[in-house]
């Protein structure tokens, strides 16, 4: 099974500032990695796949990037409402498999 | 508007069986995988298992976890998924999510709001 290691698993930020979750696979998945958003008690959100592809809707504070076998989420702003847990999912090979979850707090 | 409502959660007796159902509306269900994904008590996300769409002839792909205890169908006469679970342990207790892959892409585009399962004695 491919491995998703996610970093860092908590993080603690301000409004405003400029977050990176990391997201390594443990082999080649090309680009196929999707980005969610969930906030407690609520289902996932998708907001980003093929690596750096916006769902529609999103806003363009997300984006995403990858280099090999790491991928990184980006929130350049930070608001209220993206204080969340994010979560990274390969789809390139079964099974999917996702990361174990970056929790983002108010700092 | 695409909607997707999981229903048929509850709590059973570990060894018990349980179908799920996720109903589906606002898009051409045919058209599109359709995969199951939980999430246990403050846990993350695992993926469960996933259905091709008709031009796929359905098929399906299981995570080992459940594999020869659950298994995944779809009724496209009703625009509706399954998840049968038998033989069930109280690890399989979680939050149980429908969601729609774009196409036969792999990504996901809409999610349902779950529905929890209890294995319990």
């Known amino acids: 099974d491919i491995q998703m290691t996610q970093s860092p698993s908590s993080l603690s930020a301000s409004v405003g500032d400029r977050v990176t979750i990391t997201c390594r696979a443990s082999?080649?998945?090309?680009?196929?990695l999707a980005w969610f958003q969930q906030k407690p008690g609520k289902a996932p959100k998708s907001l980003i796949y093929?690596?750096?592809s916006l769902q529609s809707g999103v806003p363009s504070k997300f984006s995403g990037s990858a280099s090999g076998t790491d991928f990184t989420l980006t929130i350049s702003s930070l608001q209220p409402e993206d204080f969340a847990t994010y979560y990274c999912q390969q789809y390139n090979r079964y099974p999917l498999t996702f990361g174990g979850g970056t929790k983002v707090e108010i700092k | 508007e695409v909607q997707l409502v999981e229903s048929g959660g509850g709590l059973v007796q570990p060894g018990g069986s349980l179908r799920l159902s996720c109903a589906a509306s606002g898009f051409t269900f045919s058209d599109h995988y359709m995969d199951w994904v939980r999430q246990a008590p403050g846990k993350g996300l695992e993926w469960v298992g996933r259905t091709r769409n008709k031009a796929n002839s359905y098929t399906t792909e299981y995570a080992a976890s459940v594999k020869g205890r659950f298994t995944i169908s779809r009724d496209e006469s009703k625009n509706s998924l399954y998840l049968q679970m038998n033989s069930l342990k109280t690890e399989d207790t979680a939050v149980y999510y429908c969601?729609?892959?774009?196409?036969?892409?792999?990504?996901?585009?809409?999610w349902g709001q779950g529905t929890l399962v209890t294995v319990s004695s």
């Open positions: 093929a690596a750096s």
């Open positions: 082999q080649g998945i090309s680009n196929n």
């Open positions: 969601a729609k892959v774009r196409g036969g892409s792999g990504w996901y585009e809409d």
